[in-house]
């Protein structure tokens, strides 16, 4: 059965962002980006929030067409158009590139897209994965803590009174500093 992922990379301290919105200090050297493009180029479908998927449909597009994003930048660009991607939003009218429109998390109707896809979902934005969480519909979580502490920002996991054990199911060091955690809901 396919799996839904939250994936995320967040400073020490558990911020996913700066307080202006900066993420400047995550540091993706090739090493972390071809691992992050290996693991992503195998996923069903990516699902995000609104605020994440118009960053990523901002850039990726036509980053390949850059000379200046060479490697695995460039590499990620097609990986990211072709991939089937599911924007929840209320507001956002059109999405482009292999994007379809959500307006609500739907317990079964993410049940249903996770039987279809042809691999796990990967599931980003902080809001998005919190309704997710709430719901119980996250099957693995992919932390990567970046080694940096930035003191104040938007948090990864918003203040919530519901305690969720989590079982460690493996760890990776990457040269640059960062880790990636990976976990499960305990008791699956």
């Known amino acids: 059965m396919n799996k839904i992922v939250y994936w995320m990379s967040m400073s020490l301290d558990g911020f996913i962002e700066g307080p202006h919105r900066n993420i400047d200090w995550h540091v993706v050297d090739d090493e972390l980006h071809r691992y992050f493009n290996d693991r992503l180029a195998g996923m069903g479908a990516m699902l995000d929030g609104r605020v994440t998927h118009q960053l990523m449909a901002d850039f990726w597009p036509t980053a390949d067409q850059d000379p200046a994003n060479a490697g695995p ?71 990567y803590v970046q080694p940096v502490l930035i003191g104040r920002g938007k948090p990864m996991f918003p203040a919530e009174e519901t305690v969720r054990p989590l079982r460690l199911t493996g760890t990776r060091t990457f040269g640059n500093g960062v880790v990636e955690l990976r976990y499960e809901p305990a008791g699956r």
């Not at 507001?91 to 996770?114: C, G, S, Y």
């Open 73 to 143: 930048t460039a590499e990620f660009a097609p990986i990211w158009r072709d991939t089937p991607k599911y924007v929840y939003s209320r507001t956002l009218d059109h999405a482009d590139w292999n994007t379809t429109i959500v307006r609500e998390v739907v317990p079964e109707e993410v049940a249903a897209l996770k039987e279809r896809a042809d691999g796990d979902l990967a599931l980003g934005g902080a809001g998005l994965a919190a309704s997710f969480a709430a719901l119980g519909l996250i099957d693995e979580y992919r932390v």
